[in-house]
């Protein structure tokens, strides 16, 4: 039984039916407010929403309420306010925000979004199989419904290509644990999107066993088109979020794919690819936020900030919801149960004084009032960790073995002169990387950083086996004054990251990450300046979202204020560095990465001397 039917039994759905023609009384009552119905593009007003247990059996108009009552109804009654479906994310990964479950939860719902479809493969790829079993048991105990997809890539490329150091590799028969799991709906994003293409069997069997199961599977194809797009949605691949611009998003459509458009806190799609919807060109679209930081949800929301914006860049706002209601249901096979407010779905809902600027102040989910008039009156209760969950930070070697300036190779016979790098090029608000050759003074065989041309020194080093291995090279774009920023945050095996402009802080940042167990530090003269533990597989806080928020906000005025980094959130920027299935250069605890090649290229292309 899955989480969305969990409920449906005889006896209940006589009770429904019983109480929908008014013999038995209603659990909650929702009074004198205009219904958003996204799937007849109409606002019907003054309306009763009639709740029995988890599940909304009728809608009558709001005099009419009288047979519904008894002495143990909550009726609440508004005046003439909009009740919206509860907001669907169908494509996030929670580990992003900072926040376990439990604090996620509490931020999401009060915007509004009662639904996730939650991709843990951050804490799989750092905690393997264990790890996403501990997200399955944390998510059933939160209000939020949180379904997951669970991780089709773990490592996020093959390992036998030894292009990163990885501590897990999770196959199908690992899988088949837990895809009968109540929460359990479908495979996570296929990033290995080179590896479908070639045929590799392991990859496309995984995808057959969801497909077959009747799951969904999402997918991961940034930059694919022509007869490979074809090939990876042939294997049943049919969404993928990666889509930048308007003739990608537009040939994907065409070719059937579900298009996510995604709106994210460092990755923004949705004043681009919402041409696609302005031009009658996207039904089978929906909008996703894929990775929101902490900052991002306390201050400007959660889909309702997407479905805003959406309205700003002029949608209808009954058009604007669809994204974030109706098409993901449908996408999910799953408007039976949610993405509309009407007879025999989940209770989920909530209430806006304005539809042209939403937000949400009261919200009920699963049938139960989380929020009234912005107090939450739902009770967390926060799960207890094992210590195994948050002691995951081994550098081993690392610190006899890692030195912080690389080189030029000895077989230049220079000392002095410059030097011809291969540097990534990072640029705020993509997920994509440019490969950029830059010219850096050479002094006494050490390459040196250049402040005028916003080139630093990035190292990439494993934080799971203990082995040592680390890459050093240089990154471009960041924006970083001053110092040093390491953190355990690196997408996808989540190694250790550390960038900065000398030894002396990047080694202090190193030590402070071991002594925390996990996080993000800034260093600057030897001195921490701000950190923020994540002891959570040192990616997530086990903290209460308030506490949180007020660390990250005093992180962000530092670097804002003193360093001039204007990345936000720049800890996700950073993170994708060591992805390498994003092209178009990376770096990882094994060295630099050609992605589009997938085949490993030098730091240094070309020296002169002085």
Same mark, same amino acid.
């Given at each position: 039984?899955?989480?969305?039917?969990?409920?449906?039994?005889?006896? %209940?759905i006589?009770?429904?039916?019983?109480?929908?023609?008014? =013999? #038995?009384?209603?659990?909650?009552?929702?009074?004198?407010?205009?219904?958003? *119905?996204?799937?007849?593009?109409?606002?019907?007003?003054?309306?009763?929403?009639?709740?029995? =247990?988890? =599940?909304?059996?009728?809608?009558?108009?709001?005099?009419?309420?009288?047979?519904?009552?008894?002495? *143990?109804?909550?009726?609440?009654? /508004?005046n003439?306010?909009?009740?919206?479906?509860?907001?669907?994310?169908?494509?996030?990964?929670?580990?992003?925000s900072?926040? !376990?479950?439990?604090?996620?939860?509490k931020?999401?719902? &009060?915007?509004?979004?009662?639904?996730?479809?939650?991709?843990?493969?951050?804490?799989?790829?750092?905690?393997?199989?264990?790890?996403?079993?501990? /997200?399955?048991?944390?998510?059933?105990?939160?209000?939020?419904?949180?379904?997951?997809?669970?991780?089709?890539?773990?490592?996020?490329?093959?390992?036998?290509?030894?292009?990163?150091?990885?501590?897990?590799?999770?196959?199908?028969?690992?899988?088949?644990?837990?895809?009968?799991?109540? %929460?359990?709906?479908?495979?996570?994003?296929?990033?290995?999107?080179?590896?479908?293409?070639?045929?590799?069997r392991?990859?496309?069997?995984?995808?057959?066993?969801?497909?077959?199961?009747?799951?969904?599977v999402?997918?991961?194809?940034?930059?694919?088109?022509?007869?490979?797009?074809?090939?990876?949605?042939?294997?049943?691949?049919?969404?993928?979020?990666e889509?930048?611009?308007?003739?990608?998003?537009?040939?994907?459509?065409?070719?059937?794919?579900?298009?996510?458009?995604?709106?994210?806190?460092?990755?923004?799609?949705?004043?681009?690819?919402?041409?696609?919807?302005?031009?009658?060109k996207?039904?089978?679209?929906?909008?996703?936020? !894929?990775?929101?930081?902490?900052?991002?949800?306390?201050? @400007?929301?959660?889909?309702? =900030?997407?479905?805003?914006?959406? $309205?700003?860049?002029?949608?209808?706002?009954v058009?604007?919801?669809?994204?974030?209601?109706?098409?993901?249901? $449908?996408?999910?096979?799953?408007?039976?149960?949610?993405?509309?407010?009407?007879?025999?779905?989940?209770?989920?809902?909530?209430?806006? &004084?304005?539809?042209?600027?939403?937000n949400?102040?009261?919200?009920?989910? %699963?049938?139960?009032?989380?929020?009234?008039?912005? +107090?939450?009156?739902?009770?967390?209760?926060?799960?207890?960790?094992?210590?195994k969950?948050?002691?995951?930070?081994?550098?081993?070697?690392?610190?006899?073995?890692?030195?912080?300036?690389?080189?030029?190779?000895?077989?230049?016979g220079?000392?002095?002169?410059?030097?011809?790098?291969?540097?990534?090029?990072?640029?705020?608000?993509?997920?994509?990387?440019?490969?950029?050759?830059?010219?850096l003074?050479?002094?006494?065989?050490?390459? *040196?950083?250049?402040?005028?041309?916003?080139?630093?020194?990035?190292?990439?080093?494993?934080?799971?086996?203990?082995?040592?291995? +680390?890459?050093?090279?240089?990154?471009?774009?960041?924006?970083f004054?001053?110092?040093?920023?390491?953190?355990?945050?690196?997408?996808?095996t989540?190694?250790?990251?550390?960038?900065?402009?000398?030894s002396?802080?990047?080694?202090?940042?190193?030590?402070?990450?071991e002594n925390? *167990?996990?996080?993000?530090?800034?260093?600057? %003269?030897?001195?921490?300046?701000?950190?923020i533990?994540?002891?959570?597989?040192?990616?997530?806080?086990?903290?209460?979202?308030?506490?949180?928020?007020?660390?990250?906000?005093?992180?962000?005025?530092?670097?804002?204020?003193?360093?001039?980094?204007?990345?936000?959130? /720049? @800890?996700?920027?950073?993170?994708?560095?060591?992805?390498?299935?994003?092209?178009?250069?990376?770096?990882?605890?094994?060295?630099?990465?050609?992605v589009?090649?997938?085949? /490993?290229?030098?730091?240094?292309?070309?020296?002169r001397? #002085?």
């Open positions: 039984m899955k989480i969305l039917t969990i409920d449906l039994n005889l006896e %209940n006589i009770e429904y039916l019983e109480t929908a023609l008014g =013999r #038995k009384p209603a659990d909650i009552i929702v009074k004198n407010v205009n219904i958003v *119905q996204p799937h007849v593009n109409e606002i019907e007003e003054n309306k009763a929403i009639i709740i029995k =247990r988890k =599940r909304i059996v009728s809608i009558v108009d709001s005099k009419d309420v009288y047979k519904y009552v008894s002495s *143990q109804t909550k009726v609440i009654e /508004f003439n306010e909009y009740a919206v479906p509860g907001f669907i994310d169908l494509h996030i990964h929670i580990e992003s900072l926040l !376990d479950p439990f604090g996620f939860s931020l999401a719902l &009060k915007h509004g979004t009662t639904t996730v479809l939650a991709d843990p493969h951050e804490l799989a790829n750092v905690l393997g199989l264990d790890g996403i079993k501990l /997200f399955i048991e944390v998510s059933k105990n939160v209000p939020l419904k949180i379904l997951i997809n669970v991780p089709s890539c773990i490592p996020p490329v093959n390992p036998e290509m030894g292009i990163e150091t990885a501590l897990h590799r999770i196959g199908l028969n690992e899988l088949k644990e837990i895809i009968d799991s109540e %929460n359990v709906y479908g495979l996570g994003e296929v990033m290995d999107y080179k590896g479908v293409v070639e045929g590799v392991e990859l496309v069997e995984k995808v057959l066993f969801f497909r077959n199961k009747g799951l969904i999402d997918g991961h194809a940034p930059k694919l088109t022509s007869s490979e797009l074809c090939a990876y949605i042939s294997t049943g691949i049919v969404s993928d979020h889509a930048t611009d308007y003739i990608e998003g537009l040939e994907k459509i065409k070719r059937g794919m579900w298009l996510y458009i995604r709106e994210g806190s460092a990755w923004r799609d949705l004043g681009v690819l919402i041409e696609l919807i302005k031009n009658n996207c039904e089978l679209c929906l909008f996703v936020s !894929d990775d929101l930081n902490v900052y991002e949800l306390f201050n @400007y929301g959660h889909m309702d =900030r997407i479905v805003n914006k959406a $309205i700003e860049y002029g949608l209808d706002p058009e604007a919801i669809k994204y974030a209601t109706l098409y993901p249901a $449908i996408r999910l096979n799953a408007l039976d149960h949610i993405g509309l407010i009407a007879p025999g779905r989940l209770a989920d809902l909530f209430i806006t &004084k304005k539809i042209e600027c939403i949400p102040h009261t919200v009920i989910s %699963n049938g139960e009032l989380i929020y009234y008039r912005n +107090y939450l009156i739902k009770e967390f209760n926060r799960f207890k960790y094992s210590e969950y948050l002691k995951t930070v081994n550098t081993g070697s690392l610190r006899d073995k890692i030195v912080f300036a690389p080189s030029i190779p000895r077989h230049y220079i000392e002095n002169g410059y030097a011809y790098v291969n540097t990534i090029r990072v640029s705020k608000g993509s997920t994509l990387t440019k490969r950029e050759i830059v010219e003074e050479v002094r006494n065989t050490v390459i *040196q950083p250049d402040f005028n041309q916003d080139v630093m020194y990035i190292i990439v080093a494993d934080r799971h086996l203990g082995s040592g291995d +680390y890459t050093i090279g240089f990154i471009k774009g960041l924006g004054k001053a110092g040093a920023i390491a953190q355990t945050i690196a997408h996808d989540h190694n250790l990251i550390i960038a900065g402009w000398n002396r802080d990047m080694e202090k940042a190193l030590i402070e990450i925390m *167990q996990g996080g993000i530090v800034v260093v600057d %003269n030897n001195e921490v300046v701000s950190s533990q994540l002891k959570l597989a040192g990616l997530m806080s086990i903290e209460e979202p308030e506490v949180v928020y007020e660390k990250y906000s005093r992180m962000i005025t530092v670097l804002k204020s003193k360093y001039g980094l204007d990345f936000e959130p /720049f @800890y996700m920027s950073l993170s994708l560095v060591s992805l390498p299935v994003i092209p178009e250069i990376r770096i990882t605890t094994k060295g630099l990465i050609d589009n090649k997938m085949k /490993f290229i030098t730091l240094v292309e070309d020296i001397s #002085k």
